[in-house]
């Protein structure tokens, strides 16, 4: 079992029935995963790629393939690996400690356990100050750190991430990208972060997953080997950056479709935005 | 010093030109409304409460003057009704009833209604909503009974189930459908995000049902509540008028109105708008502490 990849993905597609017909948004997607890998899936919104997480999570189900982790087939949710959404999805008639013992009173921990442990996990994103505060009160950056908290009190092995990142102001964006890569460094959690920018997705990943769109396909891998941290203003981070819209471009030129190349091109917006910042 | 001495020379620029004629009639203008010191955006407490005195004083200044100069034997004046609304609750009317008594009668048959409907309501709205076979086993004989206005029933309610029975029956009748209706929507619109959440989180079946669902549905649920008790309200005082028997604040304003003492109607009225308010105001009690637990 040392050798077998932390997740497996064999051949899963998803269709989904429209009025217009069938539509394919993940076509035969093969991917393997290691153990405390962090692998970033990059593509434009549409691409199916937050459909690929659901499919993980166990929320959703393929119409043929299937995912496997450790060795079993996913079949439903598990607490092995849990998903963060980019809505952070927090309780919000709950306050902070109470949603993060959540997931530790579904598991059926003692109450003073539970606390113990969700001042622990808050303690690590730095919210220790806010336990009792209510969720309207918290900005957006702080909302994706209970959720993180949240998820982490589980102790998952797989941390799925659906653009947490995505509705924040870029400073906070940055902190945030800093403290997920030391959770990570301490914790050797395998994370799978879904995103749409180029640059966020090489500051953290090991692996950077291209999607192509209509149908969500795996376009190209990149390896990343910058030294951690990464900082998303650095000169190695810009320039795979390039490297890796090069690579885009041409793909899409080459295959010369207008609604990909539209696509691409809000892709590109986006980078040449974070150039400006 | 330069620069103050500037400032000063614009301070007294524009004082003059205060004294020109435009801007004089806007500042006489303006002056005038500063003998009503009230018209403000945000006035003071006292001022608030200033306000509220002479807002109520005028209506009753007004009612008074109207029902002089009308002089009808259907528009008392407000002390007269005032006199009435003493009087009854010291004497028993032709009925045989004190108002306390009238009151007690309706505030049973409400709560009764209103509990058995919110009983029944609440719980087949949360099964409706969550479970798809129970929202198509009920929807089409919610659907068909639901446009029959409550008080269309009350020929069959008052000969099929007689005292005190018919009443309750209304009240239900009110409150069932507003409560299984906002419950249902309540059920239906908790965002599909924070069920992915609790699901990937752990959370399976009942416990997703009551920690999840349950509580996102909470503000619907009491809304769909508080809509049923007005609801309900209202339509005990028509039942009571059209034939309850037993009493109660409807039939009070009815028989007083049918041996021409308005004075009565009037002071029934006002009572019957007191107990909807202490009514609205358990509610709001209650939501608290829901909402607290």
Redesign the interface.
């Known amino acids: 079992m040392k050798h077998c990849p932390k997740l497996e993905l064999r051949g899963v597609t998803k269709t989904f029935q429209s009025k217009s017909g069938a539509l394919t948004a993940l076509d035969s997607i093969d991917l393997d995963v290691r153990a405390g890998e962090f692998v970033c899936l990059l593509g434009p919104s549409g691409c199916g790629k937050s459909t690929l997480l659901?499919i993980i999570?166990?929320?959703d189900q393929p119409t043929t393939g299937q995912v496997r982790m450790d060795g079993q087939v996913v079949r439903q949710?598990?607490?092995d690996?849990?998903?963060i959404?980019q809505?952070a999805?927090?309780?919000p008639?709950l306050n902070v400690i109470d949603n993060v013992e959540?997931?530790l009173?579904?598991?059926g921990m003692p109450k003073g356990e539970r606390q113990a442990t969700a001042r622990r996990f808050l303690r690590m994103v730095h919210l220790s100050d806010f336990a009792q505060a209510f969720i309207h009160e918290l900005s957006g950056g702080m909302k994706q750190r209970v959720a993180l908290a949240?998820?982490l009190a589980?102790n998952p092995d797989v941390l799925?991430m659906d653009e947490p990142f995505g509705a924040l102001d870029a400073q906070t964006r940055d902190i945030l990208h800093d403290e997920l890569q030391a959770i990570w460094a301490d914790t050797h959690k395998t994370i799978l972060f879904v995103t749409h920018n180029v640059r966020e997705a090489i500051v953290l990943g090991d692996r950077v997953i291209v999607f192509s769109t209509r149908p969500g396909k795996i376009k190209q891998e990149f390896a990343v080997h910058l030294p951690r941290p990464r900082q998303i203003e650095s000169y190695a981070v810009v320039d795979l950056s390039r490297e890796i819209m090069a690579v885009l471009k041409d793909d899409v030129l080459a295959s010369g479709r207008d609604a990909e190349a539209q696509l691409l091109r809000e892709l590109e917006a986006r980078v040449v935005g974070d150039d400006v910042l | 010093m330069a620069v103050k001495a500037a400032g000063e020379g614009i301070g007294t620029a524009s004082q003059r030109v205060e004294t020109r004629d435009g801007p004089r009639v806007a500042s006489i203008g303006l002056r005038m409304l500063d003998a009503f010191p009230f018209v403000t955006r945000h006035p003071s407490l006292v001022t608030r409460h200033g306000l509220s005195l002479l807002s109520i004083a005028s209506f009753l200044a007004l009612w008074h003057l109207l029902a002089i100069v009308i002089a009808s034997p259907y528009l008392p004046t407000p002390l007269a009704v005032a006199r009435a609304a003493i009087a009854a609750f010291f004497e028993r009317d032709f009925l045989g009833f004190t108002i306390q008594q009238h009151i007690a009668s309706s505030l049973v048959r409400i709560v009764w209604g209103f509990g058995l409907a919110a009983l029944l309501a609440v719980p087949l709205g949360l099964a409706s909503g969550w479970l798809r076979s129970v929202e198509h086993l009920t929807g089409p004989v919610v659907e068909l009974l639901r446009p029959i206005p409550p008080l269309a029933w009350i020929p069959f309610a008052i000969y099929f189930f007689g005292d005190p029975f018919d009443a309750v029956f209304i009240v239900f009748l009110a409150a069932f459908f507003p409560i299984l209706l906002s419950t249902l929507a309540g059920v239906k619109a908790v965002?599909p995000?924070?069920i992915?959440?609790?699901?990937?989180?752990?959370?399976?079946r009942l416990?997703l049902f009551l920690?999840?669902v349950l509580?996102?549905a909470?503000g619907n649920i009491v809304t769909g509540m508080r809509i049923g008790l007005g609801v309900g309200w209202m339509c005990i005082m028509a039942a009571e008028m059209v034939g309850v028997k037993g009493g109660g604040l409807g039939v009070y304003i009815w028989s007083m109105g049918e041996i021409g003492r308005f004075d009565a109607v009037f002071a029934g009225m006002a009572i019957i708008g007191v107990v909807g308010i202490a009514l609205t105001g358990a509610m709001g009690w209650v939501e608290k502490r829901i909402?607290k637990a």
């Open positions: 659901n999570a166990g929320l949710p598990g607490t690996r849990v998903m959404f809505s999805a927090l309780f008639w959540f997931g009173r579904m598991a949240r998820a589980l799925l | 965002d995000i924070l992915d959440a609790a699901r990937t989180l752990g959370a399976k416990r920690q999840v509580p996102a909470l909402s």
